[in-house]
């Protein structure tokens, strides 16, 4: 009796670790993506030196600066209560 009760809390804890993993898995693909994300972002914020930006292309970038951040908010969240 005792091993079976053994057996069943490593299946358990088994089960939380595998849990865990496919969790982070996910967090770091998420954090490429945003990584990513940010090098395009310098990458533009970088040639704005070199040509002229339209109001509508500095308002674009300010969007997706900002869509960005709340991206990175969540998944910060996220981390923060695993």
């Known amino acids: 009796m005792p091993e079976d009760l053994v057996l069943e809390i490593l299946k358990s804890i088994q089960a939380d670790v595998a849990t865990i993993k496919s969790e982070l898995g996910l967090h770091g693909r ?26 509508g292309e500095a308002e ?13 908010t969540k998944i910060e969240e996220r981390l923060g209560s695993s």
Do not use: E, F, P, Q
């Open 60 to 72: 674009a970038m300010h969007t997706d600066i900002n869509d960005l951040i709340v991206r990175v």
């Open 30 to 55: 998420l954090i490429d993506v945003l990584v990513r994300d940010g090098r395009m972002i310098r990458a533009a914020l970088n040639d704005l030196g070199k040509t002229r930006v339209s109001a």
